[in-house]
T-cell receptor
Framework: NAGVTQTPKFRILKIGQSMTLQCTQDMNHNYMYWYRQDPGMGLKLIYY???????DKGEVPNGYNVSRSTTEDFPLRLELAAPSQTSVYFCASSYSPDSSGANVLTFGAGSRLTVL | GQQLNQSPQSMFIQEGEDVSMNCTSSSIFNTWLWYKQDPGEGPVLLIALYKAGELTSNGRLTAQFGITRKDSFLNISASIPSDVGIYFCSGGSNYKLTFGKGTLLTVNP
């Protein structure tokens, strides 16, 4: 199994350009997430989805959009790239949590985005 | 939002030494997870803790879920060079994970 696959691994954008980060998982996980990682700041949740057709904002959603048309795919779109969006982006997925709300995330390898 | 305080921020140790890092929060979590991130890779799960007071080992790694559900620690015994990386604690509730800022571990051979 490939697990969680992200593309591209690296990308340089100019201010104001748009792009989509792709994420696909082959584990039949219901839950999918997008995080961004900035140096020394840990991982911040951008958006998440509990199933196809359902998405919700995380901690830092401004400047991003997502969609979840299938169980496997969860693309992240930047409409007007800004330097503040320079970061490493991680997609993750998990099975539905148990009754305590516990779930374990499997992460992709990351996409490094630079906005100049 | 929920925040985790992870310490220390970085550690420089000699091969063979033991390591301890911890996370505290003002919020209660249902789960505590510890991840390791190697350069250029995504975080990989090391240990998952599901019950308050739980003590779990995975090889040279031992982690505990605090009784108050607001803290957790990770110990690494007899460190080796491949232990180098960033270690993240994460607290889980409402099917979301909140992450600490990470502990950068350097092991000198």
């Amino acid at each position: 199994n490939a697990g969680v696959t992200q593309t591209p691994k690296f990308r340089i954008l100019k201010i104001g350009q748009s792009m989509t980060l792709q994420c696909t998982q082959d584990m039949n996980h219901n839950y999918m997430y997008w995080y961004r990682q900035d140096p020394g700041m840990g991982l911040k949740l951008i958006y998440y989805s509990v199933g196809a057709g359902i998405t919700d904002k995380g901690e830092v959603p401004n400047g991003y959009n997502v969609s979840r048309s299938t169980t496997e795919d969860f693309p992240l779109r930047l409409e007007l790239a800004a330097p503040s969006q320079t970061s490493v982006y991680f997609c993750a997925s998990s099975y539905s949590p148990d009754s305590s709300g516990a779930n374990v995330l499997t992460f992709g390898a990351g996409s490094r985005l630079t906005v100049l | 939002g929920q925040q985790l305080n992870q310490s220390p921020q970085s550690m420089f140790i000699q091969e063979g030494e033991d390591v301890s890092m911890n996370c505290t929060s003002s919020s209660i979590f249902n789960t505590w997870l510890w991840y390791k991130q190697d350069p250029g890779e995504g975080p990989v799960l090391l240990i998952a803790l599901y019950k308050a007071g739980e003590l779990t080992s995975n090889g040279r790694l031992t982690a505990q879920f605090g009784i108050t559900r607001k803290d957790s620690f990770l110990n690494i015994s007899a460190s080796i060079p491949s232990d180098v990386g960033i270690y993240f604690c994460s607290g889980g509730s409402n099917y979301k994970l909140t992450f600490g800022k990470g502990t950068l571990l350097t092991v000198n051979p």
